[in-house]
T-cell receptor, first 116, second 115 residues
Framework: AQSVTQLDSQVPVFEEAPVELRCNYS??????LFWYVQYPNQGLQLLLK??????LVESINGFEAEFNKSQTSFHLRKPSVHISDTAEYFC??????????????FGQGTILTVHP | EAGVAQSPRYKIIEKRQSVAFWCNPI?????LYWYQQILGQGPKLLIQ????????DSQLPKDRFSAERLKGVDSTLKIQPAKLEDSAVYLC?????????????FGEGSRLTVL
Protein backbone atom coordinates (compact mmCIF):
# COMPACT_ATOMS: atom_id res chain seq x y z
CA ALA A 1 0.00 0.00 0.00
CA GLN A 2 1.13 3.50 -0.71
CA SER A 3 0.86 6.55 1.48
CA VAL A 4 1.78 10.20 1.20
CA THR A 5 2.58 12.59 4.02
CA GLN A 6 2.67 16.32 3.55
CA LEU A 7 4.53 17.58 6.55
CA ASP A 8 2.97 21.04 6.73
CA SER A 9 -0.75 21.74 6.63
CA GLN A 10 -0.23 25.49 6.24
CA VAL A 11 2.72 27.55 5.04
CA PRO A 12 2.53 31.34 5.29
CA VAL A 13 5.22 33.27 3.44
CA PHE A 14 5.89 36.80 2.25
CA GLU A 15 5.93 37.69 -1.41
CA GLU A 16 9.29 37.16 -3.14
CA ALA A 17 10.50 34.84 -0.38
CA PRO A 18 11.52 31.25 -1.15
CA VAL A 19 9.25 28.39 -0.18
CA GLU A 20 9.47 24.64 0.25
CA LEU A 21 6.46 22.35 0.60
CA ARG A 22 7.49 18.97 1.93
CA CYS A 23 6.22 15.61 0.76
CA ASN A 24 7.26 12.14 1.81
CA TYR A 25 5.84 8.91 0.46
CA SER A 26 5.99 5.23 1.22
CA UNK A 27 5.64 2.51 -1.36
CA UNK A 28 6.95 -0.98 -1.87
CA UNK A 29 7.25 -0.57 -5.63
CA UNK A 30 8.50 1.98 -8.11
CA UNK A 31 6.50 5.16 -7.94
CA UNK A 32 5.41 8.05 -10.05
CA LEU A 33 5.05 11.36 -8.27
CA PHE A 34 2.88 14.39 -8.86
CA TRP A 35 2.10 17.80 -7.46
CA TYR A 36 -1.38 19.14 -8.08
CA VAL A 37 -2.52 22.66 -7.22
CA GLN A 38 -5.97 23.95 -6.39
CA TYR A 39 -6.49 27.69 -6.69
CA PRO A 40 -9.47 29.20 -4.86
CA ASN A 41 -12.77 28.18 -6.44
CA GLN A 42 -11.08 26.08 -9.09
CA GLY A 43 -10.52 22.38 -9.71
CA LEU A 44 -7.28 20.54 -9.10
CA GLN A 45 -4.73 20.93 -11.87
CA LEU A 46 -1.41 19.26 -12.49
CA LEU A 47 1.61 21.38 -11.54
CA LEU A 48 4.43 18.95 -12.29
CA LYS A 49 5.22 15.25 -12.37
CA UNK A 50 8.05 12.75 -12.14
CA UNK A 51 7.65 9.62 -14.21
CA UNK A 52 11.25 8.74 -15.09
CA UNK A 53 14.54 10.28 -16.15
CA UNK A 54 15.90 13.41 -14.51
CA UNK A 55 15.01 13.55 -10.85
CA LEU A 56 14.57 17.32 -10.98
CA VAL A 57 11.35 18.42 -12.65
CA GLU A 58 10.08 21.92 -13.27
CA SER A 59 6.77 23.62 -13.91
CA ILE A 60 6.10 26.47 -16.29
CA ASN A 61 5.52 28.95 -13.44
CA GLY A 62 8.84 28.50 -11.64
CA PHE A 63 8.16 25.63 -9.24
CA GLU A 64 10.49 22.64 -9.13
CA ALA A 65 10.55 19.34 -7.31
CA GLU A 66 13.23 16.75 -6.84
CA PHE A 67 12.62 13.03 -6.56
CA ASN A 68 14.85 11.65 -3.83
CA LYS A 69 14.52 7.88 -3.77
CA SER A 70 16.77 7.31 -0.76
CA GLN A 71 14.78 9.75 1.36
CA THR A 72 11.45 8.87 -0.28
CA SER A 73 10.72 12.54 -0.75
CA PHE A 74 9.39 14.82 -3.47
CA HIS A 75 9.59 18.32 -2.01
CA LEU A 76 8.24 21.27 -3.97
CA ARG A 77 10.25 24.49 -4.08
CA LYS A 78 10.09 27.96 -5.56
CA PRO A 79 12.86 30.53 -5.11
CA SER A 80 10.54 33.55 -5.14
CA VAL A 81 6.77 33.32 -4.66
CA HIS A 82 4.04 35.64 -5.89
CA ILE A 83 0.66 36.53 -4.46
CA SER A 84 -0.88 34.47 -7.26
CA ASP A 85 0.78 31.31 -5.90
CA THR A 86 -1.65 31.31 -2.98
CA ALA A 87 -3.41 27.96 -3.26
CA GLU A 88 -3.61 24.47 -1.81
CA TYR A 89 -0.96 22.06 -3.03
CA PHE A 90 -1.35 18.29 -3.07
CA CYS A 91 1.40 15.73 -3.45
CA UNK A 92 0.30 12.43 -5.00
CA UNK A 93 1.81 9.07 -5.87
CA UNK A 94 0.84 6.20 -8.12
CA UNK A 95 2.60 2.92 -8.74
CA UNK A 96 2.14 3.52 -12.44
CA UNK A 97 1.96 1.15 -15.33
CA UNK A 98 -1.06 -0.54 -16.81
CA UNK A 99 -4.13 1.29 -15.62
CA UNK A 100 -2.54 2.76 -12.53
CA UNK A 101 -1.45 6.26 -13.48
CA UNK A 102 -4.77 7.68 -12.42
CA UNK A 103 -4.99 5.70 -9.20
CA UNK A 104 -3.46 8.49 -7.25
CA UNK A 105 -2.90 8.42 -3.52
CA PHE A 106 -2.94 12.01 -2.31
CA GLY A 107 -1.42 13.70 0.68
CA GLN A 108 -3.51 15.84 3.00
CA GLY A 109 -2.64 19.07 1.22
CA THR A 110 -0.62 22.16 2.14
CA ILE A 111 -2.21 25.57 2.05
CA LEU A 112 0.31 28.10 0.82
CA THR A 113 -0.59 31.69 1.68
CA VAL A 114 1.56 34.42 0.19
CA HIS A 115 1.36 37.75 2.01
CA PRO A 116 2.28 41.11 0.45
CA GLU B 1 -11.42 22.95 -24.99
CA ALA B 2 -14.19 22.52 -22.45
CA GLY B 3 -13.14 21.12 -19.10
CA VAL B 4 -14.71 18.46 -16.92
CA ALA B 5 -18.23 19.50 -16.01
CA GLN B 6 -19.91 18.51 -12.76
CA SER B 7 -23.31 19.18 -11.27
CA PRO B 8 -24.71 20.14 -8.93
CA ARG B 9 -21.98 22.25 -7.37
CA TYR B 10 -23.63 22.15 -3.97
CA LYS B 11 -26.15 19.82 -2.37
CA ILE B 12 -27.56 19.68 1.15
CA ILE B 13 -29.58 16.66 2.22
CA GLU B 14 -30.62 14.94 5.40
CA LYS B 15 -29.20 11.59 6.42
CA ARG B 16 -30.89 8.58 4.85
CA GLN B 17 -31.87 10.60 1.80
CA SER B 18 -30.39 9.91 -1.62
CA VAL B 19 -28.33 12.11 -3.93
CA ALA B 20 -26.84 11.84 -7.39
CA PHE B 21 -23.93 13.66 -8.97
CA TRP B 22 -23.27 13.99 -12.67
CA CYS B 23 -20.02 14.31 -14.56
CA ASN B 24 -19.27 15.05 -18.19
CA PRO B 25 -15.58 14.43 -18.95
CA ILE B 26 -13.45 16.13 -21.55
CA UNK B 27 -14.41 15.00 -25.03
CA UNK B 28 -12.41 11.98 -26.12
CA UNK B 29 -11.21 11.05 -22.65
CA UNK B 30 -11.68 7.32 -22.20
CA UNK B 31 -10.84 7.14 -18.52
CA LEU B 32 -13.02 8.65 -15.83
CA TYR B 33 -12.49 8.75 -12.07
CA TRP B 34 -14.56 9.69 -9.06
CA TYR B 35 -12.69 10.89 -5.99
CA GLN B 36 -14.03 11.76 -2.54
CA GLN B 37 -12.40 14.63 -0.67
CA ILE B 38 -13.34 14.99 2.98
CA LEU B 39 -12.54 18.32 4.60
CA GLY B 40 -8.90 18.46 5.67
CA GLN B 41 -7.93 15.37 3.69
CA GLY B 42 -6.62 14.67 0.25
CA PRO B 43 -8.85 13.18 -2.43
CA LYS B 44 -9.47 9.43 -2.24
CA LEU B 45 -10.26 7.35 -5.32
CA LEU B 46 -13.71 5.79 -5.28
CA ILE B 47 -14.00 4.30 -8.75
CA GLN B 48 -12.22 4.27 -12.12
CA UNK B 49 -13.90 3.64 -15.47
CA UNK B 50 -12.26 2.79 -18.78
CA UNK B 51 -14.87 3.65 -21.42
CA UNK B 52 -18.02 2.16 -19.89
CA UNK B 53 -16.31 -0.60 -17.90
CA UNK B 54 -15.22 -0.48 -14.27
CA UNK B 55 -11.46 -0.84 -13.80
CA UNK B 56 -11.29 -0.40 -10.04
CA ASP B 57 -14.03 0.08 -7.49
CA SER B 58 -12.23 -1.46 -4.54
CA GLN B 59 -12.69 1.63 -2.36
CA LEU B 60 -16.32 2.29 -3.25
CA PRO B 61 -18.70 1.57 -0.32
CA LYS B 62 -20.97 -0.57 -2.42
CA ASP B 63 -23.67 -0.88 0.22
CA ARG B 64 -24.61 2.75 -0.37
CA PHE B 65 -22.62 4.09 -3.31
CA SER B 66 -23.13 3.22 -6.95
CA ALA B 67 -21.74 4.64 -10.15
CA GLU B 68 -22.30 4.10 -13.82
CA ARG B 69 -20.93 5.35 -17.08
CA LEU B 70 -23.41 4.42 -19.75
CA LYS B 71 -22.15 4.79 -23.34
CA GLY B 72 -18.67 5.54 -22.06
CA VAL B 73 -19.17 9.29 -21.77
CA ASP B 74 -21.15 10.87 -18.90
CA SER B 75 -21.10 9.33 -15.47
CA THR B 76 -23.38 9.42 -12.44
CA LEU B 77 -22.42 8.76 -8.83
CA LYS B 78 -25.27 7.94 -6.46
CA ILE B 79 -25.41 7.71 -2.70
CA GLN B 80 -28.38 5.97 -1.10
CA PRO B 81 -28.94 6.24 1.81
CA ALA B 82 -26.56 9.02 2.78
CA LYS B 83 -24.75 9.10 6.10
CA LEU B 84 -23.27 12.05 7.96
CA GLU B 85 -19.76 10.86 7.12
CA ASP B 86 -20.52 11.17 3.40
CA SER B 87 -20.24 14.95 3.70
CA ALA B 88 -17.42 15.74 1.29
CA VAL B 89 -16.54 17.16 -2.09
CA TYR B 90 -16.98 14.63 -4.89
CA LEU B 91 -14.46 15.18 -7.64
CA CYS B 92 -14.71 13.84 -11.14
CA UNK B 93 -11.57 13.58 -13.25
CA UNK B 94 -10.79 12.29 -16.71
CA UNK B 95 -7.76 11.39 -18.78
CA UNK B 96 -7.21 10.47 -22.41
CA UNK B 97 -6.10 7.01 -21.42
CA UNK B 98 -5.05 5.38 -18.17
CA UNK B 99 -1.44 5.32 -19.24
CA UNK B 100 -1.22 8.84 -20.65
CA UNK B 101 1.66 10.55 -18.83
CA UNK B 102 -0.26 10.74 -15.59
CA UNK B 103 -2.22 13.94 -16.04
CA UNK B 104 -5.76 13.93 -14.76
CA UNK B 105 -8.15 16.77 -15.50
CA PHE B 106 -10.44 17.55 -12.59
CA GLY B 107 -13.82 19.20 -12.42
CA GLU B 108 -14.62 21.80 -9.78
CA GLY B 109 -16.36 19.21 -7.63
CA SER B 110 -19.78 18.71 -6.07
CA ARG B 111 -19.93 19.63 -2.40
CA LEU B 112 -22.29 17.45 -0.37
CA THR B 113 -23.47 18.32 3.11
CA VAL B 114 -25.41 15.65 4.99
CA LEU B 115 -27.38 16.92 8.02
Amino acid sequence: AQSVTQLDSQVPVFEEAPVELRCNYSSSVSVYLFWYVQYPNQGLQLLLKYLSGSTLVESINGFEAEFNKSQTSFHLRKPSVHISDTAEYFCAVSDGGGTSYGKLTFGQGTILTVHP
Amino acid sequence: EAGVAQSPRYKIIEKRQSVAFWCNPISGHATLYWYQQILGQGPKLLIQFQNNGVVDDSQLPKDRFSAERLKGVDSTLKIQPAKLEDSAVYLCASSFSPTNTGELFFGEGSRLTVL
